[in-house]
């Protein structure tokens, strides 16, 4: 006997696709915003001297196509499925975080030769310059990471949100070294928050980048384990055995899992309750979503690869 359900959730999509639009007309306004910091950013570094100021603008440049991809990527996982995109686009919102994070380490290593370069050769910096510019920056980095705070459970989301925070956090220190450089004429200090700066971002970045490669691989998400999965399966009423246990992530936190699953010879109606169980447990401990389940009748050999040396039964460990 061989049942063979696909299920997929539209209820949970559908929540996804309300948070998704919110969110999509948050990073909208959040490009906007990011360009025209960029441009007040490079004309005060260029009047100040200030290579922190300087070094904070190609910082926040390196958002605007990280916010621009991740506004793409949500538009995109907003479309249903299609016959060549059968999970629809989910996956872009987790591309886009691993482009957005290499771009993150690739500015930070720019940002830093540049500061070093500074140290050695440090020039005057108009302190005052520095400190109503950092403020504005502050705000509207502020304003934008509060803004995408509930959304951060997405990975692509999540991606703009260290993004922006690591900003603020930025403009925090400038604002600090715009007074100490002010109050003691140490010059060399902006050259030393432009090093502090581009470290932090690489830091920042490098957590995502692991991340989203991980689920690129179809990597087991971080939060599950394989052996605690089985066992709660196992757990259910009219299961014997089961093998060939695939769980990944479909993009955000939207999971999916296939398996073969070994019952005793019953009628159909009551393989179905085996089924629901079954859903309901990975569902409710699990918040896996979207189960591929293969029926088998009990007793015949494994024909499909097992995902440990044998099978899980009943009476394993």
């Known amino acids: 006997m061989h049942v063979h359900v696909n299920e ?16 999509t007309g948050i990073l909208g306004l959040a490009v906007v915003s990011t360009l025209l910091l960029v441009l007040v950013e490079l004309v005060a570094g260029y009047v100040a001297h200030s290579m922190a100021l300087a070094s904070d603008a190609v910082h926040n440049l390196t958002d605007v196509p990280t916010l621009v991809i991740s506004w793409l990527a949500m538009r ?32 930070s290593l720019f940002v830093i030769g540049g500061s070093i370069a500074r140290l050695r050769s440090p020039v005057e910096v108009r302190a005052s310059i520095m400190l109503w510019v950092s403020l504005v920056a502050l705000a509207v980095n502020g304003g934008i990471t509060l803004s995408l705070h ?6 692509n989301v999540r991606t703009v949100w260290i993004h922006n925070l690591g900003d603020a956090f930025s403009n925090i220190v400038i604002l600090v070294g715009a007074l100490v450089i002010g109050w003691t004429g140490a010059h060399w200090v902006d050259a030393v928050l432009g090093i502090a700066i581009g470290g932090m971002v690489l830091w920042s970045g490098q957590a995502i980048l ?12 971080r939060a599950m384990r394989l052996q605690d999965v089985v066992s709660a399966i196992l757990r259910v009423d009219g299961v014997q055995e089961v093998h060939d246990v695939h769980i990944w992530t479909l993009g955000g936190d939207l999971h999916a899992l296939s398996c073969h699953v070994r019952i005793p010879d019953m009628h159909m109606e009551e393989s179905e309750k085996v ?22 009748r009990a007793g015949l050999p494994a024909s499909a690869g097992l995902y440990m040396p044998a099978p899980a039964g009943r009476g394993s460990k």
């Open 8 to 23: 997929r959730t539209g209820h949970h999509l559908g929540h996804l696709g309300t948070a998704g639009e919110k969110t």
């Open 76 to 107: 995109w996982a907003l479309r249903p499925p299609t016959h060549e995109k059968t999970y629809g686009y989910h996956r872009a919102g987790i591309l886009a975080a691993f482009v957005n994070a290499t771009v993150l380490a690739l500015a």
């Open 150 to 155: 509930r959304g951060r459970k997405d990975l």
């Open 210 to 221: 692991r991340e989203s490669g991980h689920i690129l691989l179809e990597g087991l998400p």
């Open 275 to 296: 089924l629901a169980n079954i859903r309901e447990v990975l569902a409710r401990d699990f918040h896996i979503m979207h189960t591929t389940i293969q029926f088998e």
